[in-house]
């Protein structure tokens, strides 16, 4: 997670291209100044976090709380703290390689093929939404198609095309705050079409000199509920984190 915090919408907004559009006003910004904005805004060596879910299901509302290490866009290590029932459940990926640790059964899984589709702790998250990491400028066309206003906000709207069939999502369309260079909404489709997530990203925050979304709501269109809540409560950039804890031995630790 390479100076990003593991979430598939702020990895998706790191790694744009922008193709512009000849009808947009002049002073649209190319797209490689925009990468070099958000880059330079929200990437940091390492990142450690501690972070709640509120999942929203048609059963009522749990809290999932959790510490994460990640360290460039290939290593992530997290452990569940809360509720007891997931407390001592731990992650560990590794470039495209993610296993789970369950204290209950004392085993280790590894995640691969279809089951990467399935929610995480109840989540509106997927598997393949944490494991996706690879620059979105090698598999999407973008376009920059207008402007709109979101939350008081000025922000530039982007719509992407898959170019390879490997990607978990067909399109998407971006929202992307013009002046702090930070994704407000995201909308992300099938090949069909058909609407499959929404995500909002809200309290933004200066950060040791980063604007950062602390805040980030999630909603599965295909899932009844009113979706998951990914709250920053600490987060810490370019702290040193020890080796080890990038290991397969840290999971039963």
Sequence with gaps: MNRKLKIPAIIFLL??????PSD?????????EILEQIDRNMSSKTQILTSKMVIHSRRGSRTVVSRSWS?????TFSEYLSPAREKGTKMLKLEDKLWIYSPSADRIIRISGHMLRQSVMGSDLSYEDMMEDSRLRDKYEATVTTSEVIDGRDCWIVELKATTDDVAYYEMKLWVDRERWVPLKEELFAKSGKLLKKLELKDVTNIDGKWFPKKMIFKDMLKKGKGTEFIIEEIEFDSEIPSHIFSKASLRK
């Design 15 to 20: 790694n744009l291209v922008w193709c512009i």
């Design 71 to 75: 360290e460039g866009e290939a290593k």
């Design 24 to 32: 947009l006003p002049a002073q649209t910004p190319a797209g490689d």
